[in-house]
Antibody, heavy 113, light 112 residues
Framework: EVQLQESGPGLVKPSQSLSLTCSVT????????WGWIRKFPGNKMEWMGY???????SYNPSLKSRISITRDTSKNQFFLQLNSVTTEDTATYYC???????WGQGTLVTVSS | DVVMTQTPPSLSVAIGQSVSISCKSS???????????LNWLLQNPGQSPKRLIY???NLGSGVPDRFSGTGSEKDFTLKISRVEAEDLGVYHC?????????FGAGTKLELK
């Protein structure tokens, strides 16, 4: 069974970087596409970007140059880095496989001083 | 970006009632490969989103057949026949035809 699990700090200070890890079991990340999605307080959801089986990436232009998605195929993990965070980045962050059949449990990240 | 207009924002229903949720996109969701990448998700309280429907009308794995999806191009509908208590939560449509992928604002299904 395919499983994803997010990990990382739950609290980040404004202007710092948010870094999360998604650990995947049951499926190789060298197949398919793997992405990050966040849900803001309320119901709004935002697709942040994905990394492909080959390591190429695609990002939401709204995140401009703040976002980076990378991977470690030896550990079957992929990563999210979001730079220069503000309180507006407070959200629950999910990793998911393209097609959205498989999701992590989500991790709440609060941006606050 | 493709704007996904989802209505209604909330629904109050009785168990056993049937309901429909609409999702309209600002552009056609037909991909150059001929497929239409429109999904429907349900997020129950405290849980991760679950995919109900993919590519407009295909039922997700383990999803009851009281859920159905229809539509084409820019106009899509999710229908729930005979609502059960486990169906309560927030529903989202999401398109993956165009980058960035975009979500509808959500429909909260509550018990009457």
């Amino acid at each position: 069974e395919v499983q994803l699990q997010e990990s990382g700090p739950g609290l980040v200070k404004p202007s710092q970087s948010l870094s999360l890890t998604c650990s995947v079991t049951g499926y190789s990340i060298t197949s398919n596409y793997w992405g990050w999605i966040r849900k803001f307080p309320g119901n709004k959801m935002e697709w942040m970007g994905y990394i492909s089986y080959s390591g190429s990436t695609s990002y939401n232009p709204s995140l401009k140059s703040r976002i980076s998605i990378t991977r470690d195929t030896s550990k079957n993990q992929f990563f999210l880095q979001l730079n220069s965070v503000t309180t507006e980045d407070t959200a629950t962050y999910y990793c998911a496989r393209f097609g959205l059949r498989y999701w992590g449990q989500g991790t709440l990240v609060t941006v606050s001083s | 970006d493709v704007v996904m207009t989802q209505t209604p924002p909330s629904l109050s229903v009785a168990i056993g009632q049937s309901v429909s949720i609409s999702c309209k996109s600002s552009q056609s969701l037909v991909h150059s490969d001929g497929k239409t990448y429109l999904n429907w998700l349900l997020q129950n309280p405290g849980q991760s989103p679950k995919r109900l429907i993919y590519q407009v009308s295909n039922l997700g794995s383990g999803v009851p057949d009281r859920f159905s999806g229809t539509g084409s191009e820019k106009d899509f509908t999710l229908k729930i026949s005979r609502v059960e208590a486990e169906d309560l939560g927030v529903y989202h449509c999401v398109q993956a035809t165009h980058v960035p992928h975009t979500f509808g604002a959500g429909t909260k299904l509550e018990l009457k």
